[in-house]
């Protein structure tokens, strides 16, 4: 690890951290907390995504959305109007909404090989953005004069990385750069995460290995063809089937860093309680390596 034992971390004048898990568990809520204190910088890579990796894409797509409309379309053709996106760490409903959801166009969905074009420039755009960890510390220091620095990972990073792996390459390349804290859930959270993706489905990145077998059963299961399928239904359908698909492989990844349970994470309210929780998980993390 970035740092082997307590004393190391707490004597570290930069400190370096990459916050995982699922969503919901409080990344951005700690980004948040430790941003405010003014010594730290906080890089989101979902923001990263939507601006740098796919931020043309996403206006590309409500332009081609306008075009559609006589009114704008001649606004557009006539450089009347412009149309951007307006993405911030909060706020990252121009993501999801390009990636979209597979099924019934009528019903907003996409076609499925569209759909796969579009989850396939996301996961390229999602390891761009985790690549760009060590540039972005660097800038940060060098431009910015922060000492610290946040990796605010979206829920996605598991599909994209193989724990198991001891050579696994861009988990290499983070905890080179980062210590990596992966942020635990319980059964209650993963029931709560269900039924509020039940009362409002949103768009999701899967493997591709994954999606593959969850189109071919829920087509089968519901004996319907791709056209018919209705996106709601599908992505509320598959989304159980999605978290406990990413468990084991978050669970893989924990070798990487130190974990932290939800009641570390409700005990932390300012850096110096951050600092004091993660000193207890690396020495538990020393204590049973030994």
Known sequence: MLYPDAETWRAAPHKHVLFYGMSGLGKTHLSNILRASGEWFHYSIDYRIGTRYMGELIVDNAKTHAMQVPFLRDLL???????????????????????????????????????????????????????????????????????????????????WVDGNDPADPLLTRLSRDCLLIGLEGSEAHTAELIRRFDRAPKPMAYQPEFLTAAWDEYLRENNCAEADVDPDSFIRWTYARALAHRKPRYAAMAPWGVTLSPGEVSRIADTASFEHVIAGAIERRVATST
Do not use: H
Request: with cysteine; aromatic share 12%; net charge negative.
């Open 77 to 159: 053709l006539s450089d009347s109007i412009y149309i951007g996106s307006n993405i911030t760490f909060n706020n990252l409903a121009p993501v999801s909404s390009y990636l979209g959801k597979p099924g019934d166009v009528a019903r907003g969905g996409l076609p499925i090989e569209q759909y796969r074009i579009r989850q396939d420039q996301f996961r390229r755009a999602e390891i761009a953005a985790l690549e760009d960890t060590g540039y972005f510390i660097d800038r940060a220091r060098r431009l910015y004069e922060y000492p610290n620095f946040i990796c605010d990972t979206g829920g996605s990073i598991c599909e």
